[in-house]
Nanobody, 123 residues
Framework: QVQLVESGGGLVQAGGSLRLSCAAS????????MGWFRQAPGKEREFVAA????????RYADAVKGRFTTSRDNPKNTVYLRMNSLKPEDTAVYYC????????????????WGHGTQVTVSS
């Protein structure tokens, strides 16, 4: 079992940057692939990025590719999402999730979820 807590969200102007962190409890963090998802007002939850347990495979949604970077530090039980060149369209609640089975792009493939952190990008 993994408990996840996101942090680092906030209000930022368009073009600015934020770094989100996801802290995991337990000693099994390195066994999981990690994903980032977001949900904007009135929209469905969408895939943002995913990273394999050993960081050898990293995937990004087209909407964020080239602007966002995810990384993980297994000894610290933490995964990060660096967001650069933020746009108002990036405004959403961002969630981290852990998958014990696959480097998935879909919500149902993840076993554990954090409660989310709000990111608001103003124009």
């Amino acid at each position: 079992q993994v408990q996840l807590v996101e942090s680092g969200g906030g209000l930022v102007q368009a073009g600015g940057s934020l770094r989100l962190s996801c802290a995991a409890s337990g000693r099994t963090f390195s066994d999981y692939a990690m994903g980032w998802f977001r949900q904007a007002p009135g929209k469905e939850r969408e895939f943002v990025a995913a990273i394999s347990w050993n960081s050898d495979i990293i995937r990004y949604a087209d909407a964020v590719k080239g602007r966002f970077t995810t990384s993980r530090d297994n000894p610290k039980n933490t995964v990060y999402l660096r967001m650069n060149s933020l746009k108002p369209e990036d405004t959403a609640v961002y969630y981290c999730a852990a998958s014990a089975y696959t480097l998935g792009n879909y919500s149902h493939e993840y076993n554990y979820w954090g409660h989310g952190t709000q990111v608001t990008v103003s124009s």
